[in-house]
């Protein structure tokens, strides 16, 4: 677990796991050391102007709409790029459905 404060309180999410005496670690896929800017210079301005606005996009890749409005909740086991997913998105829920890692239908999502 990674714990961190802010603002006077106290979160902590997941950077790992233990399974059978195996250990996975996944913290390289939500923190990074390098600015995402540098990490990711590839995508274009465009992708990054919706991130920076905290939009979705079609075209987008889950990724991408990772950091555009943060992590979603899968509807099914699907593949990553080939699945519904619904995102909290700060009260605005979406239900965007990925084909081929591109956001193919960006619609409203479910409320809890």
Request: proline share 8%; net charge negative; hydrophobic share 30%.
């Amino acid at each position: 677990m990674a714990v961190f404060e802010k603002d006077g309180k106290t979160y902590a999410f997941s950077i790992g796991s233990i399974k059978e005496g195996n250990y996975k670690f996944y913290s390289d896929d939500r923190l990074f050391i390098q600015d995402p800017h540098d990490l990711y210079k590839h995508w274009p301005a465009e992708v990054w102007e919706a991130i920076d606005k905290h939009q979705v996009k079609p075209g987008m890749s889950e990724l991408q709409t990772d950091f555009a409005i943060g992590l979603g909740i899968p509807e099914s086991a699907g593949q990553p790029g080939n699945r519904t997913v619904n995102y909290p998105n700060g009260g605005s829920p979406l239900s965007i459905t990925y084909r081929d890692d591109k956001a193919a239908e960006i619609k409203p999502g479910p409320t809890s």
